[in-house]
């Protein structure tokens, strides 16, 4: 399976932010009530979006370029490994 970190990211990066508005919706439809995350797993969502985010802002800074330079490149390697 190939997994596209970066649409993953983006993807938990909207749960997390309509978090409260899925709650709501669950509240009023019954048969959703069963897709609800505890809290521990919106925790788990939180701790994969703060590791992706990482790689993400690294990819769009580098692909921003038509041709990324070392100069640009190694910058963003380096600050990637730390």
Request: charged content about 15%; some cysteine; hydrophobic content about 45%.
């Amino acid at each position: 399976v190939n997994v596209r970190w970066s649409s993953t990211d983006i993807m938990i990066e909207q749960a997390l932010l309509l978090h409260e508005v899925w709650y709501c919706i669950l509240l009023q439809q019954c048969e959703l009530q069963r897709h609800q995350l505890s809290n521990d797993k919106w925790t788990v969502l939180c701790l994969f979006h703060e590791t992706l985010c990482v790689p993400h802002v690294f990819q769009q800074k580098l692909s921003a370029e038509k041709t990324p330079t070392l100069c640009d490149a190694l910058p963003l390697f380096s600050t990637l490994i730390m």
